[in-house]
């Protein structure tokens, strides 16, 4: 069984995601959801060596075999795939995330207009936040792009691995990899502050550390852009000061209602009679109101300013949702199987109906 040869599947296929599990048939995700390739052979133990160990360099194959995981990124057809290696039983397994050749735009995801505010922010902290394989990495590399074309700036990533491949354009962009060129979160976010940026991407918020820092750098006038797997904005900011000890943080609270400017919570829902997903949003804009919230430590407060913020572009998940119905672009059974609060959107169905 050739490697490339199901790489390729994967693109034409326009799945997202490949899987090579020993005892399994190779399996693709296709609008989220899976697909086992039962007209190929069943994969062995012996097959997965010989497709995933040899594109690995000396130093990947040493960490892999020492720490039984690794996360790299390998090109195929001038297409990226963010690779998770590991084992299971015993055995190699492997997953394979295509990361498309083109950076598209907003418009292209469907995504709000009012994204773009992100884009002419000059400092402040913006979030994405979510599950995982939800798309927060294609919206950030799409808001990234958007400034690189726009203006002359310096922008430093850190990844895990590296996913888009930004082209040049106005600005300039050090795109730096963990493991590969770093050795960790919080070491190259330190680096990053004496690398005269004016955007920071952080690809993950993981840990007490590197929160501590995206708010620094965000503090003292540098653009920071990160993600968290938290699925709505009063979640994100509980996170964030919650994993503070309890005596920093008021300190914290204040920090993080000076530096925030938005939290974008983004989930890809199955669209109807489709075999596409369609993108459906949270968003939060920093105001007054907002600020005072995070302040006084009153986040359960920020569900309603969502909901009444509409005039200023902030949107509920599950106004959204309602918006994507009314459409047609989504059935019931899917608005209320992802809704974060559905008594809210049972709610404005029953206000739409009347």
Not at 193 to 218: H, K, N, Q, W, Y
Request: aromatic share 6%.
């Amino acid at each position: 069984m050739d490697l490339n040869k199901l790489l390729q599947l994967v693109i034409d296929k326009q799945a997202s995601d490949l899987h090579l599990i020993p005892g399994y048939y190779p399996t693709i995700r296709v609008a989220g959801e899976l697909h086992q390739l039962t007209t190929l052979t069943m994969i062995t133990p012996s097959m997965v060596e010989q497709m995933v160990l040899p594109p690995l360099n000396g130093e990947q194959r040493e960490n892999f075999l020492a720490n039984k995981e690794l996360d790299l990124a390998i090109t195929h057809n001038e297409n990226r795939f963010r690779v998770n290696l590991y084992y299971a039983k015993g055995v190699i397994c492997g997953s394979f995330r295509l990361i498309p050749a083109k950076i598209r735009t907003l418009e292209d995801l469907s995504l709000p207009a009012i994204l773009k505010q992100c884009v002419d922010f000059r400092q402040g902290l913006v979030l994405l936040t979510g599950p995982t394989g939800e798309g927060k990495s294609t919206t950030l590399a799409s808001i990234i792009n958007e400034i690189n074309y726009k203006y002359s700036r310096h922008i430093i990533t850190i990844e895990d691995p590296i996913e888009y491949i930004y082209p040049q354009s106005k600005s300039i962009i050090s795109q730096r990899e963990l493991h590969q060129d770093t050795h960790s979160w919080s070491v190259s976010l330190k680096s990053a502050l004496r690398e005269d940026p004016d955007v920071i991407l952080v690809g993950e918020m993981r840990d007490f550390d590197t929160i501590s820092l995206v708010l620094t750098a965000a503090e003292t006038g540098h653009l920071v852009f990160s993600t968290l797997h938290t699925n709505s904005a009063p979640e994100s900011v509980d996170r964030i000061i919650d994993i503070f000890p309890p005596h920093q943080q008021n300190q914290v609270k204040n920090q993080l209602a000076t530096v925030l400017k938005m939290i974008i919570t983004q989930r890809l829902l199955p669209k109807q009679n489709s075999v596409e997903r369609i993108p459906a949003v949270e968003i939060l804009i920093s105001n007054s109101a907002v600020s005072s919230t995070i302040r006084e430590g009153k986040t359960y407060l920020i569900n309603n300013i969502l909901e009444t913020g509409e005039a200023e572009g902030l949107l509920l998940f599950e106004k959204n949702l309602l918006s994507l119905y009314r459409a047609g672009m989504i059935s019931k059974e899917t608005a209320f199987s992802f809704a974060i609060r559905p008594k809210e959107l049972e709610k404005f169905i029953k206000i739409d109906k009347v």
